[in-house]
């Protein structure tokens, strides 16, 4: 079993930058894949950016390509998310996944079996 739980999120004008934290339970959070979701109002949850167990391989949706970036610390038991350049569309509920695989660039939301509760970002323009 793994709890994450996320954290960072806030109100940010365009151009601003914020960074998300997940911090995760559990002995064997290295053997995890970790991704970055997010859902705004009236839309599907939809993914951001994912990072594989060893932190070696990230893999980006191309709306965030190039703004934001995914890490590790697997001392910590933390996966970060730093996100620049914010735009209003960037607005939404973003919430973090783990899933016990070492496979590279997973990114379907039914792909993960464990996620946090959320944490809201909102850019204004």
């Known amino acids: 079993q793994v709890q994450l739980v996320e954290s960072g999120g806030g109100l940010v004008q365009a151009g601003g930058s914020l960074r998300l934290s997940c911090a995760a339970s559990g002995r064997t959070f290295s053997s995890y894949a970790v991704g970055w979701f997010r859902q705004a109002p009236g839309k599907e949850r939809e993914f951001v950016a994912t990072i594989s167990w060893s932190g070696g391989s990230t893999y980006y949706a191309d709306s965030v390509k190039g703004r934001f970036t995914i890490s590790r610390d697997n001392a910590k038991n933390t996966v970060y998310l730093q996100m620049n350049s914010l735009k209003p569309e960037d607005t939404a509920v973003y919430y973090c996944?783990?899933?016990?695989?070492?496979?590279?660039?997973?990114?379907?939301?039914?792909?993960?079996?464990?996620w946090g509760q959320g944490t809201q970002v909102t850019v204004s323009s």
């Open positions: 996944a783990a899933v016990r695989t070492f496979s590279l660039g997973v990114d379907g939301v039914e792909e993960y079996d464990y």
